[in-house]
C-alpha cells in the first residue's frame, strides 16, 4: 500500500488526496506519536514529499523538525531525516530538473524566493543556527546534512548567519574541524560553507585564520594534485583569496607563517609535468592557476600598505616565485587568459621595487637570439592582432616596470637616441615609436602612455627625448620626435583615441619642463591649433579632447621662459583672453575631472577595460592633472588679477588703516586690563585691612565694655582714644584711595570716548563695508570688555562705601557706649570712671538679693528631686509588667502564622490534586476519542476489505474485541 492509504486517504484509485493533506497528516503524526519508529517514518515520508511539494512541506513542517532536532536527538537516523527536509525546503539547487506530475503537468523546482523566505523563518531565531552548529559533532549521517543545510542558510542570508556564527561559543571552530575530517564529502561540502561564510566579513575571516586554515588549505591543494587537481583545489583557492583579500592582518599572518613560500611548488609546472606548457590545459586547471595567480595578485596589490605590499615583493623573489611566473612569461602554448593574468601578476610584483625591476629586466624570452622580456611584451602591445585585454595587460606591466624607476626610464629612452640607438637588433624604443604613428589608434594610445610613463617625475629624461630624431621619407629631412607627435596631433584623420594619447603624451613630457616648453612654442602652428581646438564648439566625444587642450596651453602658459618673445607667458595670456576667453578656458580644464572616462581611471592603477573605445584616460595622467590643475588655471588667470591689482592694493592699504587702528586699541585695552589687575590687588589689600580694623574694632568694644563692667584706669581710656585716632587715620587714607580709583575710571571713560570717535571717523571714509563691519565688531567687543571693567570698579567703589559706613556705625556705637570719649580729656574721664563705680555698688546690691532667692530655689529643688524618684520608681514597674505582656503577644502571633502557613499549604495540595484529577480526567477523555476512532477506523478497514472480497476471520475479530476488552480494563 502507498502511504495514502496508510493515513486514512480515499481508496477509489481516481482520487487522491491533494499534497497539502497529505503533509498535513503527516505533521499531525510527527507531533502525536508517542512511538520513536512512528515519528521516523513520518519524517522520512515528510523527506520523501518535499522536493515535489517544497511549499507545503516548508510552511507546516518548518517548527515541527526544529522541535525533532531538538529533543530527538538521541536517534540520529531521524535527525539526518530532518536535516535533510529542511535542506530540501530551503535550498534552491534541489530538483533544477524538471518533474512530471500525475496529472501530466510539468513543474519547475526553481522557486528561489522560497528558499529566502524559509531561510529569513528559520534564522528568525539564532538558536536554530546555533542548534545546527551543534549538530556538527555527531556522526555522519546527521554531520552531512547539517553541513549542506548551514551552506544553503549562508547563501540566502550569509550577512545574518555570519552573526549567529560568530556570538555562538566555538562556531567557527567547529566548522574548521570540518577541514580535517577523513570522509572528502564532509571536508568538500565544509569548503563550499567557509567560502560562503567568510565573504565580507573580516572578524570571520581573522578567526579562520588563526584557526590553521592556511596550513590546511595549502595540505589539501598538495594532497589533490596541485594546478593538476580538481574542483577541490579552487575551492580551496577561492577560501585563501576570501581571507586575504583586502585583510591586512590575515595577510601579515600569512608573510609572517611563511606560506609564501609554500605556494612557490604550486607555479612549478615543468617539473609537475615535463610537457605540461606545450599541451593543451584542461578547464579546471585554467581555473585553479588563475585563482593561485589572484591569490598572489591580493598579497602585493597596490591598494595594500606600502610597507607590507614591498615585504611581500622582497619574499616573491627571494622564493623564487618571481622567477617562475617569468618562465610561465616566456613560455609558449600558455592559454591567453592565464598569459594575461599572469602578465597583470608579474606586473604587481614588481612596481615599485627596485631588486624586481632589475630581475625582470634582465629575463629574457627562450628564442634565437634571445630577446628581453620587455621588448617582447611590447611587441605584443603594439601588435593590433593581439587580444586587447592582452595588450592592456602588457601595457599594464610596462608602466609597473618604470614605477618609480629611473634607471629603467633612462634604459627605454636610450633605445631612442642616436649615439646609442643599435639598428641591427629591435628596441623597446623603436618599437614604441612604431606604435605611436601605427594606423591602429589603440597602438597609438598604448604608445603614447607608455612613453609619458618613461618621462614620469624626470626631467632629464625629458630634455634627452627632444633630441631624438624621426626620417619621415628618403630625401626628406628629419624631425624630432615632438614635431611629429604636433603634426600628427594636428592631422584632420586623427581619431579621438589617437590625438587624446598625443595630449597626455605632450601634458606629460612639457610638464615641470621649460626646455620642453621652448621647443614646443617654437613651431608657430602649435599655438594657434590649440587655441581653435579650445575655442570651436564641439560634441560630448570631443569635449575631452577639448579639455586636455586647454591643459596643454595651461602648461605652456605656466612653464613658460619668456625666451620664445612671440609666445611668452603674457601674450599667450592675451590670446587667450581674446580668442577663448579665460572663463571658458577655466571651464573646460574643471570639465576634464567631472568626464566619466577621467573618474574611471582616478579609480585604479590597472586598466580594467573590455571595449578598445573605453581606453581614453590613464590613471598615472589622472594623478598629473589633480597635481596641476589648481596653478594653472591661477597662471592662466593673472591677467585678470593685474587688472584688478591696483584695487587690491587700495584695499590692502585700507585693511592696513584698520589694523593699525585695532593694534592702538588692543594696546590701550592691554593697558586697562593691567590696570584693572593692580585694582583688584588693591581693592584685596583694602579688604584686608578693613577686615583687620574691623576685628580691632570690636576688640576694643570688647574691651571698652569689660572696663566698664569691672572699672578701670585712666591709662586704658586713653589707649582707647589712641586706638580710635589710629582708626580715623586709616579711613582718611581709603577715602584718597577711592578718590584715585574715581579718577582712573574717569580716564577709561575718557578713552573709550576717543575709540568711538575713530570708528565714527572710519564709518565716513566710504570704504569696503564688510570690512568696516568686522572692524566695528570687533570695536565692539572692546567696549563690552571695557564697560566690564567699568562696572567691576562700581562694584569695588560700592564695596569700599558699604565699608567706609560699617566703620562710622561702629564708631557711632562706640561713641554712644563710651559717651564720645575724647583724646587729652581727662577730667571726663575721671567722671565717668565715678559713675562706672556707682553702678558698681548697685550691681553688687543686686547679686546680694540674687544670692537669697537662689537659696529659696534650691530647696525647692531637694522637694522636686524626691518626689521625681517616687515617680520613676512606679514607671519602672509599669514597664517591666509591659515588657511582659508584649513577650506573650509576638509568642501568640508566631503560632498564628505557624497556622497560616498550614493552611496554605494544605490549599496548594488541594490544588494539585484537583488539576492531576483534571488531567487525568482530560487523559481518559483522549483515549477514548481515540479508542473510539480506532473501532470505527478498524470496522471502516474491514467493511472495504469484505467489498474487495477479502475473508475476514472470526479469529481476527474475535482478537480485535479482546484487545478492546484489555484496554478498557486498562
Known amino acids: 500500500m502507498s502511504f495514502f492509504n496508510i493515513f486514512g486517504g480515499n481508496q477509489d484509485p481516481g482520487l487522491k488526496p491533494s499534497g497539502a493533506e497529505t503533509v498535513s497528516k503527516l505533521c499531525d503524526r510527527v507531533q502525536s506519536s508517542t512511538l520513536l519508529d512512528d515519528r521516523r517514518d513520518a519524517v522520512r515520508a515528510l523527506k520523501a514529499l518535499s522536493k515535489t511539494f517544497r511549499l507545503e512541506v516548508g510552511t507546516q513542517s518548518m517548527e515541527i523538525l526544529i522541535n525533532v532536532l531538538l529533543n530527538d536527538r538521541s536517534d540520529g537516523e531521524i535527525v539526518g531525516y530532518a536535516l535533510d527536509t529542511l535542506y530540501n525546503t530551503i535550498s534552491n539547487s534541489v530538483d533544477e530538473d524538471e518533474e512530471e506530475l500525475s496529472n501530466g503537468e510539468v513543474k519547475k523546482a526553481d522557486e528561489s524566493h522560497l528558499g529566502e523566505q524559509f531561510t529569513e523563518i528559520f534564522i528568525k531565531k539564532p538558536e536554530n543556527v546555533t542548534l545546527l552548529l551543534d549538530l556538527l559533532e555527531f556522526d555522519f549521517k546527521v554531520r552531512w546534512p547539517a553541513v549542506k543545510l548551514l551552506t544553503a542558510l549562508t547563501v540566502h542570508r550569509s550577512t545574518q548567519v555570519q ?3 560568530l556570538v555562538s561559543p566555538m562556531g567557527v571552530s567547529k566548522l574548521m574541524d570540518l577541514l580535517s575530517d577523513s570522509r572528502e564529502v564532509i571536508r568538500n561540502d565544509g569548503l563550499l560553507l567557509l567560502v560562503q561564510l567568510t565573504k565580507n566579513n573580516a572578524n570571520i575571516q581573522k578567526i579562520v585564520a588563526f584557526e590553521n586554515a592556511f596550513e590546511r588549505l595549502i595540505e589539501i591543494i598538495s594532497e589533490e594534485g596541485g594546478s593538476e587537481g580538481g574542483i577541490v583545489v579552487e575551492d580551496c583557492l577561492l577560501l585563501l583569496l576570501n581571507l586575504l583579500k583586502k585583510n591586512s592582518s590575515n595577510q601579515t599572518f600569512f608573510k609572517e607563517g611563511r606560506y609564501v613560500q609554500k605556494l612557490a611548488p604550486f607555479f612549478d609546472l ?20 588563475n585563482s593561485m595567480l589572484q591569490v598572489v595578485r591580493t598579497l602585493v596589490s597596490p591598494s595594500n600598505p606600502q610597507q607590507a605590499t614591498a615585504t611581500c615583493q622582497k619574499v616573491i623573489h627571494q622564493c623564487g616565485l618571481l622567477k617562475q611566473l617569468c618562465t610561465i612569461l616566456m613560455a609558449s602554448g600558455v592559454p591567453a587568459d592565464i598569459l594575461t593574468e599572469t602578465i597583470n601578476t608579474v606586473s604587481e610584483v614588481i612596481r615599485g621595487s627596485k631588486t624586481n625591476q632589475e630581475f625582470f629586466a634582465s629575463v629574457s624570452a627562450p628564442s634565437t637570439p634571445p630577446r628581453p622580456a620587455i621588448v617582447v611584451l611590447v611587441m605584443s602591445m603594439v601588435n593590433e592582432k593581439q587580444p586587447f ?13 618604470l614605477y618609480k624607476n629611473e634607471v629603467g626610464q633612462e634604459q627605454i629612452i636610450s633605445t631612442l637616441l642616436p649615439a646609442t640607438a643599435d639598428a641591427s637588433a629591435v628596441t623597446a624604443g623603436q618599437l614604441l615609436c612604431g606604435g605611436l604613428f601605427s594606423q591602429d589608434s589603440v597602438s597609438n594610445w598604448c604608445a603614447s602612455v607608455a612613453l609619458a610613463h618613461a618621462l614620469k617625475d624626470n626631467p632629464s629624461q625629458k630634455e634627452q627625448l627632444l633630441r631624438v630624431q624621426l626620417a619621415t621619407g628618403p630625401g626628406n629631412p628629419s624631425v624630432s620626435l615632438l614635431q611629429q607627435c604636433t603634426n600628427m596631433l594636428s592631422s584632420p584623420t586623427a581619431k579621438v583615441q589617437t590625438r587624446l594619447g598625443l595630449l597626455m603624451l605632450l601634458c606629460s613630457w612639457l610638464a615641470n619642463c621649460q626646455l620642453a616648453v621652448t621647443h614646443f612654442l617654437a613651431n608657430s602652428a602649435n599655438v594657434p591649433f590649440l587655441m581653435a581646438q579650445v575655442a570651436e564648439h564641439v560634441d560630448e566625444q570631443e569635449a575631452l579632447v577639448q579639455g586636455l587642450c586647454s591643459f596643454l596651453l595651461g602648461i605652456s602658459v605656466h612653464f613658460n621662459d619668456n625666451s620664445n618673445a612671440t609666445f ?15 572663463e571658458s578656458l577655466v571651464e573646460k580644464l574643471v570639465s576634464v575631472t567631472k568626464h566619466e572616462s577621467y573618474t574611471m581611471a582616478a579609480q585604479k592603477p590597472q586598466l580594467r577595460y573590455t571595449q578598445p573605445e573605453h581606453l581614453l584616460i590613464d590613471y598615472e595622467f589622472t594623478s598629473l592633472y589633480k597635481q596641476l590643475e589648481g596653478n594653472l588655471c591661477k597662471s592662466v588667470t593673472s591677467a585678470e588679477d593685474a587688472e584688478s591689482k591696483k584695487t587690491v592694493e587700495d584695499h590692502d592699504n585700507i585693511v592696513t588703516q584698520y589694523k593699525d587702528i585695532i593694534r592702538v586699541q588692543d594696546n590701550d585695552l592691554n593697558e586697562l586690563r593691567g590696570r584693572h589687575e593692580a585694582l583688584q590687588k588693591e581693592h584685596k589689600a583694602a579688604e584686608l585691612q578693613l577686615n583687620e580694623q574691623s576685628s580691632q574694632i570690636q576688640q576694643l568694644k570688647d574691651q571698652y565694655a569689660l572696663m566698664k563692667a569691672q572699672g578701670g584706669n585712666g591709662d586704658d581710656a586713653i589707649r582707647i582714644a589712641a586706638e580710635l585716632k589710629e582708626l580715623r587715620d586709616s579711613q582718611e587714607t581709603l577715602r584718597k584711595e577711592t578718590a584715585e580709583k574715581d579718577d582712573v575710571i574717569q580716564k577709561l571713560k575718557n578713552d573709550l570716548t576717543i575709540a568711538d570717535a575713530k570708528v565714527v571717523l572710519v564709518d565716513d571714509s566710504g570704504v569696503n563695508q564688510n570690512q568696516i563691519s568686522e572692524f566695528q565688531s570687533s570695536i565692539q567687543e572692546q567696549k563690552k570688555e571695557i564697560d566690564e571693567l567699568k562696572l567691576i570698579v562700581a562694584a569695588q567703589k560700592d564695596e569700599e562705601q558699604r565699608l567706609k559706613g560699617e566703620c562710622t556705625d561702629l564708631k557711632n556705637q562706640l561713641t554712644q557706649t563710651g559717651e564720645a570719649v575724647p583724646s587729652g580729656d581727662n577730667a571726663n574721664i575721671v567722671a565717668e570712671k565715678a559713675a562706672l563705680t556707682a553702678k558698681h555698688s548697685e550691681s553688687q546690691a543686686q547679686l546680694a538679693q540674687a544670692e537669697d532667692h537662689n537659696s529659696k530655689l534650691s530647696s525647692d529643688n531637694q522637694k522636686l528631686i524626691s518626689t521625681n524618684q517616687t515617680i520613676e520608681n512606679q514607671l519602672k514597674t509599669v514597664t517591666d509588667t509591659c515588657s511582659s505582656l508584649t513577650t506573650q503577644v509576638k509568642k501568640l502571633e508566631e503560632e498564628i502564622g505557624d497556622l497560616k502557613d498550614t493552611n496554605t499549604r494544605v490549599e496548594d495540595e488541594k490544588e494539585k490534586f484537583r488539576k492531576e484529577a483534571a488531567d487525568n480526567k482530560q487523559e481518559l477523555d483522549d483515549l477514548l476519542v481515540l479508542l473510539t476512532d480506532t473501532d470505527a477506523k478498524v470496522e471502516k478497514y474491514r467493511s472495504k476489505l469484505k467489498e474487495l472480497g477479502e475473508e475476514v476471520t472470526e479469529d481476527e475479530d474475535d482478537d480485535e474485541e479482546e484487545e478492546d476488552e484489555e484496554e478498557d480494563e486498562n
Open 163 to 165: 552573526q549567529c556564527v
Open 568 to 582: 611668452t607667458s603674457e601674450s599667450l595670456r592675451n590670446l587667450i583672453t581674446k580668442r577663448v576667453g579665460l
Open 270 to 289: 615543468q617539473n609537475n609535468e615535463p610537457k605540461s606548457l606545450d599541451v593543451g590545459w584542461s578547464a579546471q586547471k585554467v581555473n585553479n592557476v
Open 389 to 401: 585585454v592582452l595588450r592592456c595587460a602588457v601595457l599594464y606591466c610596462f608602466q609597473c616596470f
